[in-house]
């Protein structure tokens, strides 16, 4: 666990070893330990739900259908480069990872008829 250490300090939940080789993270909220293996398991099954929503929506409207995925504006290069590989497992086209910021203010600005489309 001493990998881990700083970036341990770092986080809002406790890095907690159990066993030998490997770490649980704590969730005070819901009182649990969660191996890093559930959370990868639960963020495919997410991103599988978001693809099979993707698939629907374009064959209800018979057109190719674009999303926008966020992510928050302290994400680094390689938060960045995590979230685009997540999306690559779903099948989902990556075009740009967009902060959370940028994407307030260009909903912002469509919204109040902003930008000439």
Sequence with gaps: MVEVDDESKQVSYR??????????L????IRKLIATEEISAQLISI????????????????????????????????????????RRIAYLEVLRIINESITASLAYGFENNRFDV
């Excluded at 890095?15 to 649980?24: E, G, L, W």
């Excluded at 704590?26 to 909220?29: K, S, V």
């Excluded at 929503?53 to 480069?81: E, G, R």
Aim: aromatic share 10%; hydrophobic share 45%.
């Design 26 to 29: 704590e969730y005070p909220a």
């Design 47 to 86: 991103l599988l739900v978001l693809r099979k929503l993707v698939d629907d929506a374009s064959n209800f409207l018979n057109d190719k259908v674009t999303i926008v995925v966020t992510v928050p504006a302290y994400f680094n290069d390689s938060h960045m480069i995590g979230a685009k590989d997540a």
């Design 15 to 24: 890095v907690v070893k159990y066993d030998n080789r490997n770490v649980k």
